[in-house]
């Protein structure tokens, strides 16, 4: 079946500009991650969506950063007023949250260059 | 999450069996053990999963010692495009609330042809 998708793949954009970061999840999968990964260093969680609980923001680095997650499925990822250090992948996954696990299924990631 | 320690590189011969091994020492009785892998800049992908007894897809094998305190991931026949950083992730399942995931150094495969 279809993988979590993520678009665009690569996004360029000037210091001080909107981006926004889009990510279908796998049907029916109930939870959705948002992370980011700068070049050569590990996955730093950003915000998670499970259902139509209250998102859990914990990781959002500032207040430039927002997400939402429209009909329980898709989520855009809005960075306001890019600053260089938001350069970075971007990577969605997505889970079904069961009773014993949680398998996360990660997406290709945007990759966003701020200049 | 319990800690896990892996080699930081390994290599393999294409076609040959790839044995990744991690320990856990810590490991709690409800903690899983998971294997993630990194290709060079693609997202990670998921492996394969355990919680005490071995398991087995199409992707590769995991062996979890009796005791629970290590795992050996198996790729039985290593190709060129299985060169990834490998992470072995223990953690506990689902608990209602934000599950992210935490990655170690890894493993840094090469597979050689």
């Known amino acids: 079946g279809a993988g979590v998708s993520q678009s665009p793949s690569n996004k360029v954009t000037e210091k001080g500009k909107d981006v926004e970061l889009r990510c279908d999840p796998i049907?029916?999968?109930?939870?959705l991650y948002w992370y980011r990964q700068s070049l050569g260093q590990g996955l730093e969680f950003l915000i998670y969506?499970?259902?139509?609980?209250?998102?859990?923001k914990s990781g959002l680095p500032s207040d430039r950063f927002s997400a939402e997650r429209t009909g329980g499925s898709v989520s855009t990822l809005t960075i306001q007023r890019t600053q260089q250090e938001d350069s970075a992948v971007y990577l969605c996954?997505?889970?079904?949250?069961?009773?014993?696990?949680?398998?996360?299924?990660f997406g290709p990631g945007t990759r966003l260059t701020v200049l | 999450d319990a800690k896990t320690t892996q080699p930081p590189s390994m290599d393999c011969a294409e076609g040959r069996a790839a044995n990744l091994p991690c320990n856990h020492s810590t490991i709690s009785g409800n903690e899983y053990v998971y294997w993630y892998r990194q290709i060079h800049s693609q997202g990670p992908q998921y492996i394969i999963h355990?919680?005490?007894n071995n398991e087995t897809n199409e992707m590769a094998s995991l062996i979890i010692t009796e005791d629970r305190k290590s795992s050996t991931l198996i790729l039985p026949h290593a190709t060129l495009r299985d060169t990834a950083v490998y992470y072995c992730?223990?953690?506990?399942?689902?608990?209602?609330?934000?599950?992210?995931?935490?990655f170690g150094s890894g493993t840094q495969l090469t597979v050689l042809p």
């Open positions: 355990g919680l005490k």
């Open positions: 992730i223990v953690r506990v399942g689902t608990s209602g609330s934000a599950r992210q995931l935490t």
């Open positions: 996954a997505s889970s079904s949250e069961g009773w014993a696990t949680d398998t996360q299924y």
């Open positions: 969506f499970q259902g139509n609980s209250a998102p859990d």
């Open positions: 049907s029916g999968h109930t939870a």
